[in-house]
């Protein structure tokens, strides 16, 4: 499967962005996906990830309660609405999808989140 993310821009803190997450092949519902964050000099981390169906979801601390993970399987589509946002989610965002039990070995190349203070 390939990914191609989107929906990164600037925006002020408190405000809002939605990020998608375009996959291609006819197999996107086979897939647990998730969406990561890099913040410059520092490692990569987890923000959220969804299950197959959309029926379970999961998040990071730091993320919880302000984003929310959603998909759309016809559309073949992962999104990510990030509501109340803080300098500190200044970061590229990474989606990513794998087969369950297996860790997730599909990325996309990532979209930038600015957010100022």
């Known amino acids: 499967v390939q990914l191609q993310a989107s929906g990164g821009g600037l925006v002020q803190a408190g405000g809002s962005l939605r990020l998608s997450c375009a996959a291609s092949?006819?197999?996107?519902?086979?897939?647990?996906m998730g969406w990561f964050r890099q913040a410059p000099g520092k490692e990569r981390e987890f923000v959220a990830a969804?299950?197959?169906?959309?029926?379970?979801?999961s998040y990071a601390d730091s993320v919880k309660g302000r984003f929310t993970i959603s998909r759309d399987n016809a559309k073949n589509t992962v999104y990510l609405q990030m509501n109340s946002l803080k300098p500190e989610d200044t970061a590229v965002y990474y989606c990513?999808?794998?087969?369950?039990?297996?860790?997730?070995?599909?990325w996309g190349q990532g979209t930038l989140v600015t957010v100022s203070s």
């Open positions: 969804i299950s197959w169906s959309g029926g379970r979801t």
């Open positions: 092949g006819r197999t996107f519902s086979s897939y647990a």
């Open positions: 990513a999808a794998r087969i369950p039990p297996a860790g997730y070995n599909y």
